[in-house]
């Protein structure tokens, strides 16, 4: 059995299955039996169960909320706000099952008629980390299962707690077996198996880039579709001309989401020069009265790393900006909690080749980078080997629009801290990955195309 801990205390909250090879195969293989006839089943029908699994988990939405606070470590308003962006993608993707039209194309031969099919693209694996439990497996799971295929995941063993609850309400709403399966175990050894089975024609994998590129390379040998989701090492410019108030709570809403445990979350703040200490001095204020704490409380509180690991990667990137001329302006260490909880930490003084410039942080750290002028911000924003989303605050549209076509990342987001909803396509390039999750363009991930020349129609 793989133990499961409360990140906030250290106790054993849970526990999962640690499946045996031969389990996850026999998982593996009901995932691949399932598809022929799921595949055909009517659109509306796969819709239909989708959307009640999205019912009967929006109705006990406080259930699943308290799981996530318990493996995960978040506050209670931050996991009910994952839940409600994760049932957007089942109730988005319910709908869009019936949507996924196909073409006539105006035909090239005489007597003839071009068609294109979009068939599923067959069993898919999906693979997911711990940072949103529920959220990342409904938006896997949804699209997947709209479009036809059958899907195995495999959650994170950090938070697997949500993931079975999860399942149990699948099977409640009449998702059979074999069309979502479950499994927990070594992610090394389930990895292999996803990655060398030729039925499984699909892989998408949310997590580092390191793991995702040995999954990719792993599922070249059978040129599986691969959708990966991974590092990220965000920018946060703010201009000059930038509303400050805005700016500034749009970086610390973003930022302490999730303690910084994100790969959205902003990691390294670009400040024009003419703004940049009132910014920090504004960010500074919110940041204060803001409380650490574990998470079952309304309140929005920053709650605990996720583990030691995590605790030490951040403590050793504060100490190393420090060491090279960083200034603390606030916290700057573990906190007096002890345990995996570390003070939200503002950072001035950065420069471009300290460690934690190159580093996706995922803890509570605000770390401010001066800059002069666009052209310079941008050839640094794009000094980056990720490309997942870039934040900038200005009132020109001219710029606005400049940025959006310069920087290099697949998500731009202009005068706002907020990226994801079930309607958008999110997805990085470079080292962040490729493929898209949510929107129109999220299920097309999943589906292959088919032309058919029908000649010979004059007979
Ligand atoms: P991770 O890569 O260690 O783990 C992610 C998942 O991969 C987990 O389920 C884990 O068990 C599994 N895994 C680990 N080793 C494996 C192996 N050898 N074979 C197969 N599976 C394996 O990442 P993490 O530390 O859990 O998550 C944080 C990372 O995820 C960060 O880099 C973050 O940026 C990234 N992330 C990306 C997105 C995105 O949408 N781009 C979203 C959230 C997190």
Same mark, same amino acid.
């Given at each position: 059995?793989?133990?499961?801990?409360?990140?906030?205390?250290?106790?054993?909250? +849970?526990?999962?299955?640690?499946?045996?090879?031969?389990?996850?195969?026999?998982?593996?293989?009901?995932?691949?039996?399932?598809? !022929?006839?799921?595949?055909?089943?009517?659109?509306?029908?796969?819709?239909?169960?989708?959307?009640?699994?999205?019912?009967?988990?929006?109705?006990?939405?406080?259930?699943?909320?308290?799981?996530?606070?318990?493996?995960?470590?978040?506050? %209670?308003?931050?996991?009910?706000?994952?839940?409600?962006?994760?049932?957007?993608?089942?109730?988005? #993707?319910?709908?869009?099952?019936?949507?996924?039209?196909?073409?006539?194309?105006?035909?090239?031969?005489?007597?003839?008629?071009?068609?294109?099919?979009?068939?599923?693209?067959?069993?898919?694996?999906?693979?997911?980390?711990?940072?949103?439990?529920?959220?990342?497996?409904?938006?896997?799971?949804?699209?997947?299962?709209?479009?036809?295929?059958?899907?195995?995941?495999?959650?994170?063993?950090?938070? !697997?707690?949500?993931?079975?609850?999860?399942?149990?309400?699948?099977?409640?709403? +009449?998702?059979?077996?074999?069309?979502?399966?479950?499994?927990?175990?070594?992610?090394?050894?389930?990895?292999? =198996?996803?990655?060398?089975?030729?039925?499984?024609?699909? %892989?998408?994998?949310?997590?580092?880039?390191?793991?995702?590129?040995?999954?990719?390379?792993?599922?070249?040998?059978?040129?599986?579709?691969?959708?990966?989701?991974?590092?990220?090492?965000? !920018?946060?410019?703010?201009?000059?001309?930038?509303?400050?108030?805005?700016?500034?709570?749009?970086?610390?809403?973003?930022?302490?989401?999730?303690?910084?445990?994100?790969? %959205?979350?902003?990691?390294?703040?670009?400040?024009?020069?003419? %703004?940049?200490?009132?910014?920090?001095?504004?960010?500074?204020?919110?940041?204060?009265?803001?409380?650490?704490?574990?998470?079952?409380?309304?309140?929005?509180?920053?709650?605990?790393?996720?583990?030691?690991?995590?605790?030490?990667?951040?403590?050793?990137?504060?100490? $190393?900006?420090?060491?090279?001329?960083?200034?603390?302006?606030?916290?700057?260490?573990?906190?007096?909690?002890?345990? =995996?909880? #570390?003070? !939200?930490?503002?950072?001035?003084?950065?420069? $471009?080749?300290?460690?934690?410039?190159?580093?996706?942080?995922?803890?509570?750290?605000?770390?401010?980078?001066?800059?002069?002028?666009?052209?310079?911000?941008?050839?640094?924003?794009?000094?980056?080997? #990720?490309?997942?989303?870039?934040?900038?605050?200005?009132?020109?549209?001219?710029?606005?629009?400049? =940025?959006?076509?310069?920087?290099?990342?697949?998500?731009?987001?202009?005068?706002?801290?907020?990226?994801?909803?079930?309607?958008?396509?999110?997805? +990085?390039?470079?080292?962040? +990955? #490729?493929?898209?999750?949510?929107?129109?363009?999220?299920?097309?991930?999943?589906?292959?195309?088919?032309?058919?020349?029908?000649?010979?129609? $004059?007979?």
């Amino acid at each position: 059995m793989i133990k499961v801990f409360n990140p906030a205390d250290g106790s054993v909250v +849970g526990v999962a299955p640690e499946m045996t090879s031969a389990e996850v195969q026999a998982a593996i293989d009901r995932t691949c039996q399932a598809f !022929p006839a799921w595949s055909r089943t009517l659109a509306k029908t796969r819709g239909d169960l989708l959307r009640r699994w999205f019912e009967l988990m929006r109705d006990d939405k406080r259930l699943f909320a308290e799981i996530i606070v318990k493996e995960n470590g978040k506050c %209670i308003s931050e996991a009910m706000g994952e839940i409600d962006y994760g049932l957007g993608f089942i109730e988005w #993707y319910a709908e869009e099952a019936k949507r996924v039209y196909g073409d006539t194309i105006p035909s090239h031969a005489a007597n003839a008629q071009v068609l294109v099919f979009k068939e599923p693209a067959g069993p898919t694996a999906a693979i997911t980390p711990w940072n949103f439990p529920f959220m990342m497996i409904a938006r896997k799971i949804a699209t997947a299962l709209a479009a036809g295929c059958t899907m195995i995941i495999k959650p994170a063993e950090l938070t !697997p707690l949500t993931a079975y609850k999860m399942l149990e309400y699948a099977r409640k709403a +009449g998702i059979p077996e074999g069309v979502f399966e479950m499994v927990t175990g070594n992610p090394a050894r389930i990895g292999e =198996l996803f990655t060398g089975d030729p039925r499984i024609r699909k %892989i998408s994998f949310t997590g580092s880039t390191a793991v995702g590129k040995m999954l990719a390379a792993a599922s070249g040998h059978d040129l599986k579709k691969m959708t990966l989701e991974l590092g990220g090492n965000a !920018p946060f410019i703010v201009f000059d001309d930038a509303g400050i108030e805005q700016a500034a709570a749009g970086l610390v809403a973003a930022k302490l989401r999730n303690s910084g445990q994100v790969c %959205i979350s902003p990691n390294r703040i670009y400040v024009q020069d003419g %703004i940049h200490d009132r910014l920090v001095a504004a960010v500074a204020e919110k940041v204060a009265g803001i409380r650490v704490d574990q998470g079952l409380q309304e309140e929005f509180v920053v709650g605990p790393l996720i583990n030691q690991a995590g605790l030490d990667k951040v403590a050793g990137l504060v100490e $190393d900006a420090r060491e090279h001329g960083a200034q603390v302006v606030l916290g700057g260490k573990p906190h007096a909690k002890g345990g =995996l909880f #570390y003070e !939200p930490t503002i950072l001035t003084g950065l420069t $471009d080749d300290m460690r934690i410039a190159r580093t996706e942080i995922f803890g509570p750290v605000f770390p401010f980078y001066r800059f002069k002028t666009e052209e310079e911000v941008v050839a640094r924003a794009n000094r980056s080997e #990720y490309g997942l989303v870039a934040y900038a605050y200005t009132r020109d549209h001219a710029r606005s629009f400049r =940025l959006s076509r310069d920087i290099e990342a697949g998500m731009v987001i202009l005068n706002s801290g907020s990226v994801g909803t079930a309607s958008v396509p999110f997805g +990085g390039v470079k080292h962040s +990955g #490729y493929g898209r999750e949510g929107s129109h363009y999220g299920i097309e991930e999943y589906v292959e195309v088919k032309y058919v020349l029908m000649a010979g129609l $004059d007979a």
